[in-house]
């Protein structure tokens, strides 16, 4: 799950980390009261969509007025923002985050995840703040420090004075920073945060009276651990996600839309992949991946059918089922269901294994409709493929 | 012979008194795997299909023996469950949930450092040595005796193979399901390494997903320790970047994560690759024929 970054920077200041002052605003009115409020002589205001990329594509403006606050707010909410990470199609700001502008004499990156690797928290920093860290990991490797964080013991001051003497952050800048990196340590493992990403952590202020600074916060949190975190789960945004997903989701379904036309219903995340992957291999595109999990009743199959069919242009589906814990009698049935209750006019193409097969089989044989049964995985990818291609 | 688990494991079911831990109990005593009791905190001195129920893993251990364990608790009390099963002697512990928070997991992997015990999961269907020991939930009819091993991150992705193998008459010695977290108990080395000390285990199959560096790493671990032909196979190659694809560990953040770039590392280290998920099968056979390897 991810959140806005003003939720983000609310979340790390509960943790005693110094974010600007700001406030949310929902029109280009409340952005002006809030510019009002907090005072000073230049603001920021930022769309609140939860891509990244949005000062390139326009999302992110420094102004020096009342008025102009209120004109660049007016100008975001309710427009289409395309950023590299939207995808073309973008994303609709609903709200934008006015904060005081700061004077940023220097920006680094600090960024924690779960390394995959060593299956520990890792806190990544660089010198090089305010960019793609991805670009600076490929082109200045020697730029990016990595420190991992003994889970059982958790994050030593000697390692953040590590990371900052590596970064270039002296003097109190670095005692500083021994105490916002703790404290960012102490966000992410109290919130199951799968990464919490600080990019620019700025110096600000004038001579003499340097601090440091969260200028962009970036949260994503554990789906598995929202059980335990209430607080988290509010300040989730639908209308950030994708409505069909969403939907999917709540019959028990993974659904994820593609752009081809050959739609998909398979059981497993592995299976599912690589029937996309079998399709693709055979010159198709798939329309979706969609995993059914496990004890697929027919119910879920229908609901399946039916958000796969909500796609317009998908010109057939693929159900591919392995049972394990599932049964293919009742994925039999469940087929049947929808194809009954949905009217479906495209072609299925069948392909049923494992537990319970031959009832399986036997249901839609005995059925009267005309379902395509394939044998294998590559007989079904091969038979969605023709049918597309006419 | 097989890894880890072989029809001289003595087998307990934590969580043994739900229902999916029953119905797959059952079908584990049926497969001839010898299940020796279960714990159910709460439910301790009564019985369950007939085999003792007891309130801890300790107790359950000193009373049955038990080296394995069979991980059937929720998610929430999960890796509660899996050091309760390390403290108590467990030797191999399998677990089956879907769901463990991954800080949960990471909590795991320090506690185990310097215990003696094997963890197969999350997110797997379990661990087969046909015709001796199933801990898991596969259909255990799909899989024959042979001599090759297969390991993967999927569950539905390892019958695929398996069905393919066994469609030419290729048979297992054991499979492993290492599951489809970003933080699992098991790595991909861990299980070859195991692959290659087994005297019966002649051919490995190994089965990844895009995400992680996983592979690769057992890719490169193989060529400089495995006399034993390796055929891999990597799913996703129609995956878009940035997207969970349903296994919380698969999901493409950069380049060396993809599909196309592990199965090109894999086959850059020698190894033999099936490109399309549909032709594993062949590919094994392939190897085998070319390695005089008989088919057993």
Redesign the interface.
């Known amino acids: 799950m991810n959140i806005h970054e003003y939720q983000a920077k609310e979340l790390l200041s509960t943790f005693g980390v110094p974010v600007p002052a700001g406030s949310v605003a929902f029109n280009s009115t409340q952005a002006r009261q809030a510019a009002e409020e907090l005072g000073g002589n230049r603001w920021v205001v930022k769309a609140q969509i939860h891509a990244g990329g949005r000062g390139k594509a326009g999302g992110v403006k420094v102004v020096a007025t009342l008025d102009e606050v209120q004109k660049a707010a007016d100008a975001m909410i309710g427009s289409k923002l395309v950023t590299h990470?939207t995808g073309p199609e973008g994303s609709i700001v609903q709200r934008v985050w006015v904060e005081q502008a700061s004077q940023i004499k220097k920006e680094f990156y600090l960024g924690f995840v779960?390394d995959?690797?060593t299956?520990?928290?890792t806190l990544i920093a660089s010198s090089e703040g305010g960019m793609d860290i991805?670009e600076v990991a490929n082109k200045t490797p020697e730029l990016i420090i990595t420190e991992v964080v003994?889970?059982?013991i958790g994050l030593r001051d000697f390692q953040c004075r590590k990371v900052a003497t590596a970064i270039g952050l002296k003097g109190k800048l670095m005692s500083q920073s021994v105490k916002l990196m703790k404290a960012i340590y102490r966000a992410m493992?109290d919130t199951?945060a799968?990464q919490a990403e600080i990019n620019p952590l700025a110096v600000v202020g004038s001579e003499g009276e340097e601090r440091l600074m969260v200028l962009d916060a970036k949260f994503n949190f554990?789906d598995?651990?929202l059980?335990?975190q209430k607080q988290i789960t509010e300040m989730r945004d639908l209308a950030e996600e994708d409505p069909k997903e969403v939907e999917a989701s709540g019959h028990g379904l993974?659904y994820?839309a593609?752009d081809g036309n050959i739609g998909c219903i398979?059981?497993?995340?592995?299976?599912?992949?690589?029937?996309?992957?079998?399709?693709?291999?055979h010159g198709g595109k798939?329309a979706n991946?969609l995993?059914v999990g496990?004890g697929a009743s027919p119910e879920k199959v229908t609901n399946a059918c039916r958000i796969v069919l909500e796609d317009p242009n998908v010109k057939c589906i693929l159900v591919n089922i392995?049972?394990?814990?599932n049964r293919c009698d009742w994925i039999a049935k469940g087929l049947i269901q929808a194809c009954e209750s949905l009217n479906i006019k495209v072609p299925l193409i069948v392909r049923l294994?494992?537990?319970n097969v031959e009832e399986g089989r036997k249901i839609l044989a005995e059925s009267g409709l005309s379902f395509i049964t394939a044998e294998?995985?590559?007989a079904a990818?091969s038979k969605a493929v023709a049918i597309v291609k006419g | 012979m097989s890894v880890f688990v072989n029809k001289n494991s003595k087998v307990i079911f934590q969580g043994f008194t739900g229902e999916h831990a029953t119905f797959h109990a059952q079908d584990a005593i049926k497969m001839g795997t010898q299940v020796v009791g279960g714990v159910t905190p709460g439910k301790g001195g009564t019985t369950h299909l007939g085999l003792p129920v007891f309130d801890t893993v300790a107790e359950a251990v000193a009373a049955t023996g038990a080296d394995v364990s069979a991980v059937f608790v929720p998610p929430p009390f999960n890796a509660d469950a899996l050091m309760e099963a390390i403290d108590a002697g467990i030797k191999v512990a399998v677990t089956i949930a879907d769901g463990i928070p991954i800080h949960d997991m990471v909590q795991l992997q320090r506690y185990r450092i310097g215990k003696d015990a094997i963890i197969i999961g999350p997110n797997t269907p379990g661990i087969i040595t046909p015709g001796e020991c199933k801990v898991g939930i596969m259909p255990s009819n799909i899989y024959k005796k042979g001599n090759i091993g297969i390991v993967s991150r999927s569950g539905t992705l390892n019958y695929e193979a398996t069905e393919q193998m066994a469609a030419l008459g290729l048979g297992v010695t054991t499979s492993v399901g290492i599951g489809g977290d970003p933080v699992n108990g098991t790595d991909f080395v861990t299980v070859l390494k195991a692959f290659e000390e087994d005297p019966e285990t002649e051919v490995v199959v190994m089965i990844g997903e895009i995400g992680g560096p996983q592979e690769v790493a057992a890719a490169r671990w193989a060529k400089e320790n495995m006399s034993k032909p390796l055929i891999g196979f990597v799913a996703g190659i129609a995956a878009p970047p940035g997207r969970r694809m349903g296994h919380a560990g698969a999901i493409i953040s950069n380049e060396s994560d993809t599909a196309s770039a592990k199965m090109d590392a894999m086959e850059e280290l020698g190894h033999y690759v099936a490109r399309n998920p549909a032709h594993i099968g062949e590919t094994v056979l392939r190897a085998m024929k070319e390695r005089n390897i008989p088919i057993r």
């Open positions: 990470q779960i995959r690797g299956q520990r928290i991805e003994d889970p059982a493992r199951d799968l554990d598995n651990a059980y335990r993974n994820i593609l398979v059981n497993g995340a592995g299976l599912a992949m690589a029937s996309l992957d079998a399709i693709t291999l798939p991946f995993d496990g392995f049972a394990g814990i294994a494992g537990t294998n995985l590559d990818a």
